[in-house]
């Protein structure tokens, strides 16, 4: 049964060979202004991702370089400079070198980024003479770099903005990588529409591993479907590692070896998504191997459809962004009670260092769910959903074999061990996630990964030629 906040805003999904209008300058432009009006007077560095060590390997621009650029290539920079009103953007990159593009690809050089852009370009070799020059005038420096380095490693962003300090000790340099992602947080139109094709990709996917699905097949050739239809259709690559977990594997949340046979009788969850144009979906279904859920596995699976339907209704433009997960806990809870995997549905054991955890958390240890957008983990906005928002609801139940045996060893704990481990042994390696992928629009909050989901449709739908 389609939900209420849903129906004003269904319609058909775009076709196959559809294709999202390009992003336009203006926008990119807005956004610039739009980062730039939040900053005080000073110059903005934004750093591209760097060419991969080795030519082989394949380049994906950062997301907040891309943002506010656009540009796709490798070892690209940003200078913003921000003088009252007063907004002048340079992009810098690599120059024409036919030597290196014959295994690399052609560049777009100086001519190519203008058209592009609508920017003044320069080579990148000018970057550190402008920014010497700008920073002489005594104007902080503000950096956004995608590159975050570890304890023991320092980017190459990193090391360029400490050589600049060294050579000018006065420098004041800020990080305002967060700024960019606040304004990421609302999507444009464009934006929306290239969401809606990359989701669009991926439901299709589902649907074709829905119909390839069958006992005895390897995990990695459900993957290949997947993947096969992510190209095939135009996607550029999958937004992140696809996740196929049969049996065991099913109650392990980011698995992606992906190499098991499966088998009759189990279950198989299947996270993935496609990227189009940079832009990421993540849906997740999960299926019955044989093409029938078994009594434990239906049960398992319709209180992790009602407690994302429960989120869902509360999915309302103006809402609370907690009130979903409030929801969605509170049937959780009450429904792993009535199953005898948890005591009651406030109740909680010992975890250790005098703490109490609450006993849902041992079946379901993930938030509800998360922006996409760029990324497939992206940046939201405010605490309350809002038009241009792009968002996941993702309830899951699982429960693992080994569940009750890695907890603290307590005389409470023990208690609890023996009066659930029945239910554990009944429910074992049953792993339930559903993920489905909503964007707000001026008419409301829209479901847009419409992929067979209830029990009934997914039974039906792997029968179907």
Not at 186 to 194: F, G, P, T, V
Not at 279 to 303: C, H, K, M, N
Request: aromatic share 6%; glycine share 8%; with cysteine.
């Amino acid at each position: 049964m389609l939900l209420r906040f849903m129906l004003p805003v269904f319609g058909v999904l775009l076709s196959a060979d559809s294709t999202p209008a390009q992003i336009p300058q203006s926008e990119y432009a807005a956004r610039r202004a739009a980062v730039a009006g939040k900053m005080q007077d000073g110059v903005l560095l934004a750093f591209g991702a760097a060419e991969p060590q080795h030519d082989y390997l394949s380049f994906y621009q950062g997301p907040r370089f891309m943002y506010l650029t656009g540009v796709e290539e490798a070892g690209a920079a940003l200078i913003i400079v921000k003088r009252g009103s007063v907004i002048d953007a340079t992009v810098l990159v690599q120059p024409r070198d036919p030597a290196t593009e014959t295994w690399t690809g052609t560049r777009l050089g100086v001519d190519g980024a203008a058209r592009l852009t609508g920017l003044r370009s320069r080579t990148i070799d000018a970057l550190e003479p402008m920014l010497d020059s700008l920073a002489a005038s005594g104007l902080p420096l503000f950096v956004v770099s995608d590159l975050v380095s570890s304890e023991t490693e320092v980017s190459a962003d990193q090391q360029f903005v400490q050589a600049l300090m060294r050579e000018r000790p006065g420098l004041r340099v800020q990080n305002v990588g967060a700024l960019v992602d606040q304004a990421r947080g609302k999507k444009s139109a464009a934006e929306l529409a290239l969401i809606r094709k990359a989701v669009e990709i991926t439901v299709l996917a589902h649907r074709e591993a829905l119909r390839s699905m069958a006992a005895d097949k390897h995990e990695y050739e459900i993957q290949a479907v997947v993947e096969y239809t992510f190209r095939r259709n135009g996607a550029d690559r999958p937004s992140f590692a696809t996740i196929i977990g049969s049996g065991p594997n099913s109650t392990t949340l980011h698995y992606n070896v992906n190499d098991r046979q499966m088998r009759a009788g189990e279950v198989v969850v299947m996270d993935i998504g496609a990227s189009y144009q940079g832009y990421a979906a993540d849906v997740t279904r999960t299926l019955p191997v044989s093409g029938t859920f078994t009594p434990e596995q239906r049960q398992i699976y319709q209180l992790v459809r009602d407690a994302q339907s429960a989120a869902e209704r509360q999915a309302k433009a103006g809402n609370a962004r907690n009130s979903m997960s409030d929801s969605s806990n509170s049937v959780l809870a009450r429904g792993l009670a009535r199953l005898g995997l948890i005591e009651s549905a406030e109740a909680t054991y010992d975890c250790g260092e005098g703490q109490q955890c609450p006993q849902l958390g041992l079946f379901y240890m993930h938030g509800l769910g998360h922006g996409i957008g760029l990324e497939v983990h992206d940046p939201q906005g405010g605490a309350r959903i809002a038009t241009g928002d792009a968002f996941t609801i993702e309830p899951g139940i699982y429960v693992r074999s080994d569940v009750l045996g890695v907890i603290p060893d307590t005389p409470r704990n023990r208690a609890m061990r023996q009066k659930l481990q029945p239910a554990v042994e009944k429910y074992r390696n049953v792993g339930v996630r559903i993920e489905d992928d909503y964007i707000v629009t001026d008419k409301g909050v829209e479901w847009i990964s419409r992929a067979p989901r209830e029990l009934s449709e997914i039974e039906t739908a792997g029968t179907q030629p």
